[in-house]
């Protein structure tokens, strides 16, 4: 019956584990992976681990071990294959960000992965926790599955040259075998026909890939999150359930840097100002309270990628960068505007007394003699153009002449028939002649380079003939 009873557990639960790991416990609950009793397994394996991962600190920096198998509780599994529970390894991080000793935390991590179910509640407490303080994953064996999990949810991942990452993806594993005699029936509701899905059928089997794949999509929008590059890039460059060793992981964005436990212990207590081995990751650091914040940046991100890597690693200082950026940008933009708007005003000035200018000097360029009085009224309006004003000065020149013959030839002495004087002594106007004349003389004074109207030509020979 406690085999039965494992065996269900077993099959009962989502797990993020490599293959291989699934079927040595699936081996350890069938009594298949060594004959003898249960206890045997655990006398050779040699001390048993406590409920809650062994925490210690050092120069300021809190050690917690994640080993082993990671299930939500302590159990069995933890005493035969080593292990660790989420339920015990959020009380560890909560002490940890609460002891005021603690700089820095490191999650020692050296696990195959385990069950999903309380996983995804552990890596947002870690992913939360990282605001308070510097959060490292430490990657010393394997991070695979549920341990990469919480391992991308810190602050930084660090690797060892030889270590093993990744394995994202989630798996439910069954095996059938005959009851050995057994017989064991069960009798499900008939509204519920998916409480007892048969995974040797079409319809279960494709009812379970439907909840193993609904949990592989929280597992690579947590993973994209938290190491802050796109959904596509985890599905396109973190192996697609494969894992990389050391530097390749790195090369992969899975990891930030490579280093040792050592000295990421010096880094973080302050011993050593800087890591000891350098990668391929570009990394950026921010200030806070006097400590360091690491900024993760992959390699030729845009200036978009970096700000996403910094409101999903830091949130609290993107807050505060784009507070500031925002009223930075506002004063910016009405400064801007106030510059521009008297750069414009003067370059409007300047532009009204170009044009104002020139229709002046276009203005008085058309003028005639005997015209300055309506010039002077035309280039003052602030509106006639060189064009208006000289077609206006020619209508005013006709005009002007036209009345001076009109008004000769209804004098008293045009009026007298016959008669070459009047009875004042006034000899007789012959408008044509005198237009004739006066045309003739506006020419003479031409050729002499002066300019005159044909009024003032009749009236010069007016003058002279008075």
């Known amino acids: 019956m406690k085999r039965l009873l494992a065996l269900q557990f077993l099959a009962s639960q989502a797990w993020a584990l490599p293959p291989s790991m699934l079927a040595d416990m699936e081996a350890i609950a069938r009594r298949e992976l060594q004959a003898g009793r249960l206890e045997a397994l655990t006398t050779r394996d040699g001390e048993s681990l406590s409920a809650a991962p062994a925490v210690e600190t050092r120069d300021g920096v809190a050690l917690i071990k994640v080993r082993g198998v990671v299930s939500r509780y302590a159990s069995w599994m933890h005493d035969i294959c080593g292990g660790t529970s989420t339920e015990a390894l959020a009380k560890s991080l909560s002490a940890a960000i609460e002891d005021t000793k603690v700089r820095a ?7 195959p992965g385990g069950q999903v179910n309380g996983l995804n ?3 947002e407490l870690i992913y939360q926790s ?6 490292v994953a430490y990657v010393g064996g394997q991070a695979c599955s549920a341990a990469y999990w919480m391992a991308s949810a810190c602050s930084e991942v660090v690797i060892d040259a030889t270590a093993e990452l990744g394995s994202v993806g989630t798996v439910a594993g069954f095996r059938i075998q005959p009851q050995e005699g057994e017989q064991r029936i069960e009798i499900v509701s008939s509204n519920a026909p998916n409480k007892r899905l048969d995974p040797t059928t079409d319809a279960g089997k494709s009812a379970v890939q439907t909840i193993v794949d609904d949990l592989e999509t929280v597992f690579i929008d947590a993973v994209s999150r938290n190491m802050g590059v796109a959904r596509d890039k985890v599905l396109a460059d973190f192996g697609r359930g494969g894992t990389f060793i050391g530097a390749k992981a790195v090369q992969q964005g899975m990891a930030h840097r490579l280093g040792s436990l050592e000295g990421l212990i010096a880094e973080l207590g302050g011993r050593q100002s800087r890591p000891l081995f350098q990668t391929r990751a570009s990394t950026a650091s921010t200030q806070t309270q006097g400590a360091t914040m690491p900024l993760t940046i992959a390699e030729g991100a845009t200036a978009a ?8 690693q830091h949130p609290d200082a993107y807050a505060a960068i784009a507070a500031t950026g925002s009223a930075d940008k506002a004063t910016a933009v009405e400064a801007a505007r106030k510059e521009a708007h008297a750069a414009g005003r003067q370059e409007g000035i300047a532009e009204g007394i170009a044009a104002e200018t020139q229709r002046v000097a276009a203005v008085f360029a058309v003028s005639l003699p005997g015209h300055e009085e309506l010039i002077q009224t035309l280039a003052l309006d602030g509106k006639t153009t060189g064009g208006e004003a000289a077609a206006q000065i020619i209508a005013a020149e006709k005009k002007g002449g036209s009345d001076y013959l009109h008004a000769a030839a209804n004098t008293d002495a045009n009026k ?8 004042t002594g006034k000899s007789a106007i012959d408008a044509r002649a005198l237009a004739a004349e006066a045309r ?5 004074e031409a050729a002499k380079g002066n300019k005159i109207t044909i009024s003032a030509a009749v009236r010069m020979i007016q003058g002279g003939k008075s």
């Open 121 to 123: 509640e552990m890596a």
């Open 416 to 423: 007298v028939q016959g008669g070459q004087e009047s009875q």
């Open 305 to 312: 990628a970096v700000a996403a890597a910094l409101q999903t």
């Open 105 to 111: 935390v490191v999650l020692w991590i050296d696990s």
């Open 440 to 444: 003739a003389l506006v020419d003479a």
């Open 130 to 135: 990282r605001g308070a303080k510097r959060i």
